[in-house]
């Protein structure tokens, strides 16, 4: 007969040591999401002693005919889906070129992280320093060294150019993620399977698709999954590099802080996490509890 480690009288010992934390919870995150539905059905005013208005659905509406509000969800979604696959491909590259020994392989490793562990603000201001148009590193060999270019492009003042920088610099920032999970997983897998594989003829690209895609599976699903949470809900490193990409979460700051509409800026951040929720329950169909 087994031993049972837990009875039913150690449930209020558990129940109360949990009870710090759950309170916790309830009131940096359950408080907060509730009060937020509730300040999307008001308007609010900004003088405190003017008193707050119910106007029902009407910041929905206002945002889902608001054609801003669609250019920014576009917007968010291209971003996204760039900045997702980029960091992941990059990623998982450099996972496989470093899934071997050479020389210095810890000090590389240590390296090809620091970008995702050093502070944002620190990237942002290095990044426009670099695409400065008066001196920058970027205009400075296009314009005076290799001649790309009669006259210095100004790279975070354009619409295009400014997208696919931030793009460039998210899939630069962040891939390291994807580098340390898919290296974790890769190192697990049995050489020999893939020295099977090489016997019977399968090349690089076949020996890939055979071991290696399968084995590594479910991270690449756990990981696309979660950066694309993680990118939908950025604000940060694009509002600080410009402010000519009005994805969701600039949009949804302009509307709060910019036009003072704290009651559609609500209904905004609602209206994203219904589609965050979404993504996550056709997520849970393809990636387990489990990871399979």
Do not use: C
């Not at 539905?37 to 889902?64: A, D, H, K, M």
């Not at 960091?87 to 995702?116: D, P, Q």
């Not at 050093?118 to 920058?136: D, E, H, Q, R």
């Not at 460039?168 to 974790?184: D, E, N, Q, V």
């Amino acid at each position: 007969m087994k031993k049972r480690f837990f009875s039913q009288s150690d449930t209020p010992f558990a129940i109360l040591l949990l009870a710090p934390s759950l309170v916790l919870l309830g009131l940096l995150v359950i408080y907060p999401m509730l009060s937020n539905v509730q300040i999307s059905f008001l308007q609010v005013p900004l003088n405190p002693r003017i008193s707050e208005r119910f106007v029902g659905l009407s910041n929905y509406i206002s945002i889902l005919s608001d054609p801003d509000f669609y250019h920014s969800l576009w917007v968010t979604f291209g971003y996204t889906t760039l900045v997702v696959l980029g960091s992941t491909g990059l990623g998982l590259a450099v996972a496989m070129f470093f899934n071997r020994e050479f020389r210095f392989r810890r000090t590389a490793r240590s390296l090809v992280i620091l970008s995702y562990v050093t502070p944002s603000i620190s990237l942002v201001f290095a990044w426009k320093y670099m695409f400065n148009n008066g001196y920058g590193i970027v205009n400075y060999l296009g314009s005076d060294v290799f001649n790309l270019f009669d006259q210095a492009p100004l790279w975070f003042d354009n619409p295009v150019s400014s997208f696919f920088l931030v793009v460039i610099f998210a899939i630069w920032r962040y891939f390291p993620y994807a580098f340390i999970s898919f290296l974790a997983i890769l190192q697990t897998i049995d050489k020999s399977l893939y020295e099977a594989a090489e016997m019977d003829g399968a090349n690089v690209w076949q020996r890939f698709r055979i071991v290696t895609l399968p084995a590594i599976m479910p991270v690449l699903a756990t990981v696309i999954t979660l950066r694309a949470i993680w990118m939908f809900y950025m604000f940060a490193d694009v509002y600080l590099l410009t402010n000519k990409v009005n994805i969701l979460g600039v949009y949804l700051y302009k509307t709060a802080f910019a036009f003072n509409d704290l009651g559609k800026a609500a209904a905004i951040s609602v209206v994203l996490f219904a589609i965050i929720f979404l993504v996550i329950l056709i997520a849970r169909k393809r990636v387990n509890i489990n990871g399979n």
